[in-house]
């Protein structure tokens, strides 16, 4: 084989090669049976080496060089195009990343701890009860729903459920504590569970249960009330708080999906007039008598189309 043949060989396999990638990138039925039936062509060449090569080049020269140039401008495009959901994607996979790292886990073990920090100090304002002195600190446990509420606290809730009437009550500063709730309290040694909190327009409420007994309590934060729950529970949701984020994550992890098959979708449609063009491209890739006219040896044209109709019959 001569440098010339050799060079012009080179040459076309690199535009195989692009033509593969144009190929993979617009996933189109009729692009990758251009890319298989010009790598028959290439082939025919590079396996019979008493062939005039300068006919190859002349091919691609003919067919190849236009295709890939017009296939390359539509790609530029697209990929502008795309060029924005990708930035969309990105950024959503960004917020679901730092969200994830954050380990809402910390709620759980919050939750837990709170439920003792409660107890404390429903300990400490009954015992303030009997010395007749205030003393206690309610920051100590207004601290949870300042930083959980707003992401964790349930707000479907109906709020008729969370209120109450008038009741009997102690009075510790501006809180009001319900006399029959401190009196159970007091039976079971003030240990308490939290619930769940529910958080309704500006209104927050938390749930307790009583330890080894079946009454709740709520306590009205901005009410700066606690009283016995007195309502059905079959009525309330009082299964543990979950992340709203757990929600927000879940619909971007559904737009991502939903934009990328769109994406992928939109890159394999292309122009009507280019969809035409290269269907009149293949059936001149498949017609032996435009094809004889580059390859007019018989030998040649005979091998050719021994190789086209062969591909014809296993991928069309």
């Not at 002349?58 to 140039?69: C, G, N, V």
């Not at 304002?125 to 002195?133: A, L, P, S």
Request: hydrophobic share 35%; aromatic share 12%.
């Amino acid at each position: 084989m001569g440098d010339d043949a050799a060079t012009i060989l080179s040459q076309s396999k690199r535009r195989l090669t692009r033509l593969k990638l144009l190929a993979n990138f617009f996933e189109h039925i009729d692009i990758i049976s251009i890319y298989i039936k010009t790598d028959i062509i290439h082939n025919l060449f590079q396996e019979n080496a008493a062939l005039d090569y300068n006919k190859l080049e002349l091919f691609h020269l003919q067919y190849t060089d236009s295709l890939i140039e017009l296939l390359t401008k539509i790609k530029r495009q697209k990929e502008n195009d795309m060029l924005a959901v990708i930035n969309e994607i990105d950024i959503n996979n960004k917020y679901i990343s730092g969200f994830e790292e954050r380990q809402v886990d910390s709620f759980e073990t919050d939750r837990k701890m709170y439920s003792g920090i409660f107890s404390k100090h429903l300990k400490n304002v009954y015992k303030d009860f009997t010395e007749e002195v205030f003393t206690a600190n309610w920051d100590n446990v207004l601290y949870f729903h300042k930083k959980y509420a707003k992401e964790f606290y349930r707000t479907d809730s109906d709020e008729s459920l969370l209120k109450t009437g008038s009741f009997p009550a102690y009075q510790y500063k501006d809180y009001s504590i319900e006399r029959k709730l401190l009196g159970r309290l007091n039976i079971q040694g003030f240990k308490v569970r939290f619930v769940c909190g529910y958080l309704n327009g500006i209104n927050e409420y938390e749930l307790f249960k009583i330890f080894q007994s079946d009454d709740y309590f709520i306590f009205s934060v901005d009410e700066k009330k606690l009283y016995l729950f007195d309502q059905d529970l079959g009525k309330l949701d009082v299964s543990e708080n979950q992340s709203n984020q757990t929600t927000i994550i879940d619909q971007l992890k559904r737009k991502n999906e939903h934009l990328e098959s769109n994406m992928n979708e939109r890159k394999r449609i292309l122009p009507t007039e280019v969809e035409n063009v290269l269907k009149d491209y293949l059936r001149n890739l498949e017609n032996i008598d435009i094809m004889s006219k580059i390859f007019d040896f018989d030998e040649e044209t005979n091998i050719l189309r021994a190789m086209l109709n062969l591909n014809l019959n296993n991928n069309n």
